[in-house]
C-alpha cells in the first residue's frame, strides 16, 4: 500500500473519525463532516479535511460510507450534492452500513453509470476496534471491484468475509447477524431483569451466565451496559437502540420477502419499537432492559 492509493470518508463521527485516522496510517485519506468539531479532531489523525463532500471526493479510487438507511445512501450519491459524478472512474463506493438489499440493485446501475462499483460491506466492531483494524467485515463484490477496496478492507477488518461475488450477498449475511444480535440483547435484558425480579445479585448472575452454557457474545458485551441501564445517565451509548428498531426492520422485511416466519425476531423488534416510543431511541441499546423492567427492584 501506498499513500497514492485516496480513499475519502464521509462523516466523521464515532466509527468514521477511526476509520478515517486508521486509514491515515498508510494511505491518503481526505475527510468531510458537517460538525467543525469533527473536521479538527481529523486533521489532527492525518486526514486531510474539505468544506463539502463533493470536495472531499473529488477523484477517490475508494468512498467510505456509513449511512443510516437505503435513502440516505441515495441523497448521498445522487442527491443534490451528490458525489457519485466526481468519483474516479474505476473507483469504489464501499457501504458500510446495513440498510438491506432493497436499496443495492438501483445503486449499482447508477453508479455504473459513472464508471464506479459498489462494495457492499457492511461492518461490526464499535468504535475502539475500528481504530485498531479489529472489525469484522462481511463483503459482496464483483472481484475487480473488491480488489480495489481491498487497501481499504484490509486496514480495517481483522476478519474480513467475501460471502458472494455481487452486491447484495452482504447485506444479506449482516441480516441474518442482525437477526441473531438483536434478538440476543433483548434475551439478555430479559433474563437479567428476571434476576432482579427474584431477588438474585444481578452482577454475580451475569458472571455465573457467561461461564455457562447460557454465555454469548451479546450477553457477555451488553451484560455489564444492561447493569448501568437504572443510573442516572445510563450506560455509555455505544450502540444506541434505534439502530436496532431499523435493523430489526430489515430482518422483519427479510422474513416476509421470503416467506419465512420469524416470530422470535418479531418479539425483540416490538421490545426496541416500545423502547423507542418510551424515549429510549438515543440509548444505549441495553437500555431494553427498561422496556420489561421499567425500574429495578433490588439495591
Known sequence: ??????????GLGAMGLPMAARLATRLTVHGFD??????????????RTFGSAREAAEGADALLLAVRNGEQLDDVLFGEHGVAAVLK?????ILGSTVGTEAIPATV??????????????????????GEGDLLIVVGAEPAALETAR???????????????KPGDGQAL??????????????????MALADALGLDQAKTLAALEAGAAGSFMLSNRGPRILEAYTEDGAEVLSRLDIFVKDMGIVGKATRAAGLAAPVAAAAEQLYLLGQAQGLAAADDS?????????????
Open 1 to 10: 500500500m501506498t499513500t497514492d492509493y485516496k480513499v475519502t470518508v464521509l
Open 34 to 47: 458537517i460538525a467543525e468539531p469533527r473536521l479538527a479532531l481529523a486533521q489532527e489523525a492525518g486526514v
Open 89 to 93: 472512474p474505476g473507483a469504489v463506493v
Open 109 to 130: 446501475a447508477r453508479l455504473a453509470e459513472h464508471g464506479v462499483a459498489l462494495v457492499d460491506a457492511p461492518l461490526s466492531g464499535g468504535p475502539k476496534r475500528a
Open 151 to 165: 487497501p481499504v478492507l484490509e486496514l480495517l477488518a481483522s476478519t474480513l468475509t467475501v460471502v458472494g461475488d
Open 174 to 191: 449482516k441480516t441474518v447477524n442482525q437477526l441473531l444480535c438483536g434478538v440476543h440483547i433483548a434475551a439478555a435484558a430479559e433474563a
Open 287 to 299: 437500555a431494553v432492559i427498561k422496556v420489561v423492567a421499567p425500574s429495578k427492584r433490588t439495591a
